[in-house]
């Protein structure tokens, strides 16, 4: 298998212009090619310079989910500590330490995230393995990346940077979010540093992954038997082209269809379409086929389709309400039935060209069917 790295993680200079307050940006890049930016405030242009042993506690610090890998079953996380309090660009000299670490990817809560604990060695990027920390490298660029420690003497001046390749980092969690971390480092030039901070260590989410949302469980269907939907000359549909990552369902497009069979808008067709991102990489379109309804939201069966269905499916938000999604058939305004099987076959469209031609049968949990077939524009 072709070793690939799974991060690199770089500052980019932003202006050759030092001011009061300069801006960096640190550029995380994950084997699979794509990259994420995050903003890395206060720092200046870049040189490298030779630093005696030292002993440094920082007084704040700030962390970031990156990424994980399944197969290795690790999660990254880059961690920005500083000598200064947090907010507070101004006083000098400061001193910054950042760490690119790993962590295991099965005890990762994206709902509420939180920094990696135990005693970290250094790693090879090549071999991801938690409890490692990446040495500090230069980029393809000249700039630092990975792990190192940035020291700025004044707002004017260029960061003193050093690079970090050895040692070992130990994170302990404390009460109310709080941690104290303890690091030995050693610097590529043979020098050391004995770092230390303890307090807040508030994990940011900058992976691209959303917390799964918590389900309801569903009504039950009003439907008494079979039901053939007829959409008239005034039928009216609205397309909505949530594009990808909603609700936990990664690397697939999401398509939001509501047909109405007339203008009185008493009577709705509700349907959700999964489609590929990548058998279908185009924006607002609609690829024919056939659309089955998927037995149940989860990953195994999102991942076995490239065109898909949404079962009807009830959500909680974080604010308490609820929201219904999936296929649904609404009548007489008030009226539901929620669809949990059936198929949808596109015969030509997309939300481009407002032009929409499908057929459905669709199921309830009792074996009610609801079929019919809409062909004309869509908004």
Known sequence: MKKTTLL?????????????????????????????????????????????????????????????????????????????????????????????????????????????????????PNEPESSKFYPGIL????????????????AQDPMDIKLINGGTLTITPKTNRKYALEGNFTFDDGSTLKASYEGMLVIDNNSGEIAPADTLPLPESKLAADTTLVFGNKKYGIATDFSIGRFGIKNKSEVYLQLYTDDSYATCLDLYLLIDNEKYPGKKQIPAGKYPVLPKIDWENISANELSAEPAWRVKTPEGSRVDLGCWFTWDYAYKAPLVGGEIEVLSGNTDSSELHLKFNLKDAKGHTVKGEWKGKIE
């Open 8 to 124: 690199s993680a770089a500052l980019a200079l932003l202006s050759a212009t030092a001011v009061a307050q300069p801006a960096y940006n640190m550029k995380v890049t994950k084997n699979d090619g794509s990259s994420i930016v995050i903003p890395v405030k206060d720092v200046a242009d870049v040189t490298f310079n030779t630093v005696e042993n030292q002993e440094t506690t920082f007084k704040s610090g700030v962390g970031s989910f990156v990424h994980r890998d399944t197969q290795s079953n690790t999660a990254v996380y880059l961690l920005e500590l500083s000598t200064n309090i947090f907010g507070d660009n101004t006083t000098m000299p400061m001193s910054k330490l950042y760490i690119t670490l790993l962590g295991k990817a099965d005890t990762v809560n994206i709902k509420q995230l939180s920094a990696p604990v135990g005693t970290f060695t250094i790693g090879d």
């Open 139 to 154: 980029n393809e660029n000249g700039e630092a990346a990975n792990t190192f420690l940035g020291t700025l003497k004044s």
